[in-house]
């Protein structure tokens, strides 16, 4: 279950009171065959933006919670693929036959992974693509990099695409100083020249339960296309401070 908050677009600032519990996962899965309410292929196969709690200050994913009917294939070499049929949520919930569609490959060894997604908007028909590389430099460090591309010919936000323009790109990592601190980083930036800043410390207090403190930052230029018209640039700051326990 999860506790749903509301967003201030104006101020980027967020309101827990006055949410509703929300069902987000509810499958069924034989094999790598799984049917019901799931997250978005588009957003999990390649991975989340990275250990940051703020990583959506340049949008990544578009619509998290759709229904699914998936089949993920695992050839037990580091090759991995999947495909996604989905119907999406709110104003992008599939109004025909047509489902959304994602589809991906992946590689994965040692030294990291490098993935490709690929995604179909049937409501908008629109499409998107992501490629991301994955690299573990050290025992004690491994960083990320991730470029989104999206058509946007009928709507700014679809199902799979938040970020401002046809594209957006993101990197990041987490540096382990020792088995329970860690420092976790990411930077984002879009084609409306939004950029997005998120740093923070976790600590493992005991296992389960971890404190993070983060502190985050954004910058949007003055920006008019895409249907996009910001008249002065604006920019924030903000801080987070989580107590986490995890079953």
Known sequence: FNWETSVDDETNLVSAGGGTPSLNFAWIQLGGFRVGKDESAWVTFSGYAGNVID??????????????VQYYFDAGNGFSAVVSLEDGAGVNTVDSY?????????????????????????????WGAKVRLDVNATNELALWVMANYGTDDNVEHNSFKNWEGNWAIFGGGTYKFNEKTSFNAQVSYDEGKSLGVAANIAYDIVPGFTIIGEVDYVNRKAFSGHEIVRTADSDGFGAVLRFQRSF
């Open 98 to 126: 047509v489902p959304h569609v994602v589809g991906g490959v992946k590689y994965t060894q040692g030294w990291g992974a490098i993935s490709a997604t690929g995604v179909y908007d049937s409501v908008w028909e629109e």
């Open 55 to 68: 990583d959506s200050i340049v949008g990544y994913g578009g619509d998290f919670d759709t229904g699914v």
